[in-house]
């Protein structure tokens, strides 16, 4: 990063304090102590009533039409305009030299407070010491928000640096380093050998819509935009292309400043500039031909723009093209050559791809009519018909209403323009491709082997080094987008899916925001491009980092959000009581790992003793629960799970008849050793939720059913259909350990159900059941044939006051008319619309005047 170092001559001006000029007198004096020998002009100016405000909206041509102030003058008040426009700063004083940070910079490297601010400054001036910044005798707290820390030049915070202590260096700032991981070892990760089908799939799709533009029957665009979550492997799917003999073209359009990777191209601004002056297709002519010059096969040149060893020679290739455009002084035919990769590669193909591809949706001038350079280039890209050529957009879709907008908001360009553009391409199906890499492979449970599990960015990362503690400080970190802040909605939101299995609605813009900074995963987009689709797969160290990121902020600022979120419909309604159950099972289970392991790094990865899950649930101690699981044998088990799974139906057939598909011995296995437990679809009758634990001679489930009527229906059929292995695996299974948990939540708040936990037995008589075969099997009756019963939201634990306030709003908070946030002017300005809109809904509790009284019913 280059920070501008300038000397105390020059100054930085405040927005805020020119706002504060509240009267023509203030700014009078404001400009005449800031602007020379132009005082008459002002004194023009000031005597229209113009306060500061106003001041900052001044045009040129009110200037010197509506003012008649000469041009000279009118440039200076202008670039003074200008000036306190830019972006605001941070400014600080280092070894008697002020240094400003932008605050478009600070966005870019995620510095969002103190303690970033101060790992940023010691990175950048090689401070090698600990880093206190002052403003004047105060010392900034770690937490204060860098966005409350804009400043001018005379008032530089002070940096103090004192001697390093390393012995006493904490976990916890270790942990902090994490955040520097992916930058400095994500070019070692990129070398772990390419794992999966998904380059297959991709190729013969890229074939398709090549040939699909070439021909024409359709007027497409020859581009595609392949759109994906972070760490997923958009840009190392690209790469694999140079594997099939294809070269890549890599334009990387991230910000110079950014320490992300792969780092971003030489001369960027300068490509920009290109599609701007529309010589974009000159740019890619003249960089064929150089690539063609160099004899570089397709692994070189890819090596060449990619690896830190070879900057020198990718600064090298990039300056000859610029030569060579700025020589060229007639524009070139070979747009219109369709044989010219041909001709120059013969069987080789050409694919131009542009990383983060966002930055094209940025205006090309500061005009306020002018089209982006997305526009631009699309327009230009469309005017070559080289065969054998073909463009790559990537992005985390965070501006995926502009690539792929709803049909009826297309732009004014595209409306205009006869082409058709490609379907988004979704489908970097990386997920578990690293499994095969795991070692200590076996049926014993090594939360280790998970780094492997889940987007292949941190099984690279583990194999370039990086320790699991800091690789779920990282997922942590992604999934939040490196927000610290308890109230950032959209970072818990993540968060909370993730962990809890949410179901968002395809149709909100958060879904656009989840994929694009929060780690979601794009699963499809509609036809008519109004809904996308998304989700949190199975992916462990990404869980961890999602329960992490819950408990670093709270609970209690968790699931405000969520009932915001219900309130405004962002989350589906569905099953509620069934989501309070799993938020109160995944408590617990990170209190017991906090129990069980004091003085060891937290990674939510590790398995925990069964007795004390139980134990961690329940406010108190069950009689009878230990013999019960000394006679099921399962009192030395093991369970443990940082998230739930939504078991996806696959057959459509059993879900348009309304049936339901069972769980497998295997699937079992798989999600202990994934770390999951399992959320069963809507519509299985039986049990609502399914988590799996490891004993001495196997496996086993506990099985969940949540019911929250007013009145209780519990009964004795109950026992046995939470413990017979017929519900849950469709077919009997002998000696399987099933231990059965009904939850009786209660839906009347004005009577509160008794909280109470206790075995239930079953009291039936033996019955009989048909097998799949049809063969009689005796239900026969265990000694161990009971099951925990629980009876309202205080029996759990970890159910404190403010949690238990909140879970029971969950069960029936949802959009509501008279919430004030349906009628706000502003923050902090409600219209009070409640008897308006009760007019629109004539069928209301409490009638100011019924149909009865105007027709005369009665």
Excluded at 253 to 279: F, M, N, W
Excluded at 576 to 588: D, M, P, Q, T, Y
Excluded at 724 to 730: A, K, Y
Excluded at 799 to 821: A, V, Y
Aim: proline fraction near 3%; hydrophobic fraction near 35%.
């Amino acid at each position: 990063m280059s920070f501008n170092v300038a000397g105390s001559s020059t100054s930085d001006l405040s927005l805020s304090t020119v706002k504060e000029l509240n009267t023509p007198e203030k700014l009078n004096r404001f400009l005449k102590g800031r602007l020379e020998n132009i005082d008459t002009h002002i004194n023009t100016l000031t005597a229209q009533e113009v306060d500061g405000v106003a001041f900052l909206e001044i045009t040129q041509e009110y200037l010197t039409k509506n003012l008649e102030i000469p041009l000279g003058p009118a440039k200076k008040i202008l670039k003074l305009i200008n000036e306190i426009k830019e972006d605001k700063k941070i400014w600080v004083r280092y070894n008697y030299e002020y240094v400003s940070l932008p605050e478009s910079v600070l966005k870019i490297m995620r510095v969002s407070d103190v303690n970033d601010l101060k790992r940023t400054i010691k990175a950048q001036l090689n401070i090698s010491g600990n880093v206190t910044i002052h403003r004047g005798s105060e010392t900034l707290e770690d937490s204060k928000l860098v966005t409350e820390l804009h400043n001018t030049e005379d008032n530089a915070y002070d940096i103090i640096v004192t001697e390093n202590d390393d012995e006493s260096s904490s976990s916890d700032e270790k942990e902090e380093d994490a955040k520097q991981i992916e930058p400095n070892r994500i070019e070692e990760a990129f070398q772990v050998k390419y794992q999966g089908t998904t380059l297959e799939t991709f190729c013969s799709r890229l074939k398709l819509f090549h040939d699909e533009w070439y021909q024409q029957i359709k007027p497409y665009a020859p581009y595609l935009t392949i759109i994906q979550s972070s760490g997923s492997g958009k840009t190392r799917l690209v790469g694999e292309l140079r594997t099939k003999g294809i070269y890549i073209l890599y334009i990387c359009e991230r910000h110079e400043c950014s320490s992300g990777y792969p780092a971003s191209t030489p001369y960027v601004q300068k490509i920009l500039e290109t599609i701007r002056d529309y010589k974009f297709g000159a740019l890619l002519s003249i960089a064929i031909k150089e690539i063609k010059n160099k004899n570089w096969s397709a692994e070189e040149f890819w090596n060449i723009q990619i690896k830190d060893d070879h900057k020198a020679e990718c600064n090298d290739f990039w300056r000859s093209v610029f030569k060579s455009l700025l020589q060229q002084k007639k524009p070139s035919s070979d747009s219109r050559d369709e044989n010219f990769v041909k001709k120059l590669f013969h069987k080789a193909s050409i694919v131009c791809c542009i990383d983060e591809a966002h930055e094209l949706l940025a205006k090309a001038t500061k005009a306020k009519d002018d089209e982006t350079y997305f526009v631009k280039w699309r327009r230009q890209i469309r005017d070559i018909s080289w065969v054998g050529f073909f463009n790559i957009l990537l992005s985390t879709s965070g501006k995926i209403g502009n690539f792929l907008p709803p049909v009826t908001q297309d732009t004014r360009s595209a409306r205009s323009h006869d082409f058709v553009i490609f379907p988004a391409y979704l489908d970097v199906n990386t997920m578990d491709v690293l499994a095969p890499l795991a070692e200590n492979v076996g049926k014993e449970y090594d939360y280790t082997r998970v780094v492997y599990l889940g987007i292949p960015l941190w099984g690279s990362l583990a194999q370039a080094g990086v320790s699991l503690i800091n690789l779920v400080h990282l997922a942590s970190q992604k999934i939040r987008n490196f927000s610290k802040k308890n109230n950032d909605h959209l970072a818990n939101l993540a968060c909370m899916a993730c962990s809890l299995s949410l179901e968002v609605s395809p149709r909100i813009a958060e879904v656009d925001s989840l994929i694009a900074s929060h780690m979601a995963t794009a699963l499809g987009v509609s036809l008519d491009r109004t809904s996308i689709l998304c989700t949190y797969p199975s992916d462990p160290i990404l869980a961890s980092g999602a329960l992490k990121g819950i408990i670093d902020v709270g609970w209690e600022n968790c699931l405000d959000t969520l009932l915001e979120l219900f309130s405004r419909g962002v989350v589906e309604a569905g099953e509620r009581g069934e989501l309070v159950n799993r938020i109160l099972f995944s408590k617990a289970y990170a209190d017991a790992v906090r129990e069980c392991f004091p003085d060891s790094p937290v990674t939510y990865l590790q398995k925990v003793p069964l007795k004390l899950f139980l134990k961690s649930l329940l406010r108190e101690e069950i009689d009878g629960l230990d013999e019960l699981l000394n006679r099921m044998g399962i009192d030395e088990a093991e369970i443990g799970f940082n998230h739930w799974t939504s078991l996806l139906a696959t057959n459509q057939d059993y879900v348009k008849s309304g049936g339901m598909k069972f769980l497998t011995a295997n699937l079992v296995i798989e999600a202990y050793h994934r770390h999951t437990a399992f959320k069963m679809p809507l519509g299985f009758p039986v049990i609502d939720h399914i988590i799996p634990f490891k004993y001495n001679a196997g496996y086993g489930i506990i099985s969940i059913k949540t019911r929250i009527q007013k009145k209780t229906t519990f009964g004795a059929k109950d026992i046995s259909s939470l413990i017979h292995p017929l519900n849950s695996f469709g077919k009997w299974k002998k000696g399987y350990k099933i231990l059965g948990i009904y939850i009786d939540l209660g839906l009347d708040r004005e009577n509160a159900v008794e909280s109470k936990a206790e075995l239930k037995s079953r009291n039936a008589p033996q019955t009989r059941s048909k097998n799949k075969n049809n063969e009689d099997k005796k239900d026969v009756k265990n000694d161990y044939d009971q099951i925990i019963y629980i009876q309202g939201v205080g029996s759990f634990k970890c159910c404190g006051k403010e949690i238990s306030e909140r879970l029971s709003k969950i069960l029936f908070t949802r959009p509501w008319p008279l919430d004030t946030q349906w009628s706000e002017f502003d923050e902090k300005t409600d219209l009070k619309r409640e008897d308006v809109i009760k007019t629109f809904l004539p069928l209301v509790f409490e009638q100011k005047q019924s149909l009865v009284d105007k027709w005369q019913l009665i």
